[in-house]
């Protein structure tokens, strides 16, 4: 059974603070996903990583960086947290043998910057 | 890059009715489309799924159907049930290295 964890359910971070967000897999997937989830703007793609130490700007990186030095950890680095990255943070992985193989995510991490 | 649109962004049907939910999509290589429910406070779940070469799947009261002339897939629920009400997600993608792209929602309720 595919697990994909997050290392927090909810945070509160103030304005400016460095935040960092932790993913990690235990199924060996190759892709992994960081989307933000907002009322009426559904998932949003913020960064995806096909590999280890390597990674792809998705819709909406500004503000945003990501680590991953290892397959199994994917992480999501809000370099000055604002106001307005207040939302529901989604990790996902994904499997690579061809194309459609499904997305699993994580629990989500809501976070509040104060 | 690729972009999907989702319709509706709220769906109310009857107990026992039928839902419908609507995609579409820009990126014409994209080949694989999967369909994820979120239940409130949980994390979404692959549904359903349909690639490029087929045009139709079921899988009990569960449907999803592709035009790739049209660019457009959708959902369909038959005989809805109040465990059916949650928020559902549409997605596109190409590659097998590829980001997945995914519409903006449709939150179902299932009326008594």
């Known amino acids: 059974d595919v697990k994909v964890t997050q290392s927090s359910r909810y945070l509160v971070k103030r304005t400016g603070e460095k935040v960092f967000l932790e993913c990690v897999q235990d199924?060996?997937?190759?892709?992994m996903f960081w989307y933000r989830q907002d009322p009426g703007l559904g998932l949003r793609l913020i960064y995806f990583?096909?590999?280890?130490?390597?990674?792809e700007k998705g819709d909406i990186p500004e503000g945003y960086s990501v680590s991953r030095e290892k397959k199994e950890r994917f992480s999501l680095i809000l370099e000055s947290a604002s106001t307005n990255q207040t939302s529901m943070y989604l990790c996902?992985?994904?499997?690579?043998?061809?194309?459609?193989?499904?997305?699993?995510f994580g629990q989500g991490t809501r976070l509040t910057v104060v | 890059g690729e972009n999907v649109e989702q319709h509706p962004s709220t769906l109310s049907v009857q107990e026992g009715d039928s839902a419908v939910i609507k995609c579409t999509y820009s990126?014409?290589?994209?080949?694989?489309f999967p369909w994820y429910k979120q239940e409130l406070g949980k994390r979404p779940q692959l549904i359903i799924d349909?690639?490029?070469?087929?045009g139709e799947k079921k899988d009990q009261r569960i449907a999803v159907t592709l035009n790739k002339t049209a660019k457009h897939f959708s959902l369909h629920i038959t005989e809805t049930q109040p465990e059916d009400s949650a928020v559902y997600f549409c997605?596109?993608?190409?590659?097998?290295?590829?980001?997945?792209?995914f519409g903006k929602g449709t939150r179902l309720h299932i009326l008594p």
């Open positions: 349909i690639r490029s070469n087929v």
């Open positions: 997605a596109a993608s190409k590659n097998r290295d590829d980001k997945i792209i």
């Open positions: 996902a992985s994904s499997f690579v043998p061809a194309v459609d193989t499904e997305a699993f």
């Open positions: 990126d014409s290589a994209s080949n694989y």
């Open positions: 199924m060996d997937h190759e892709n």
């Open positions: 990583s096909y590999d280890v130490k390597m990674k």
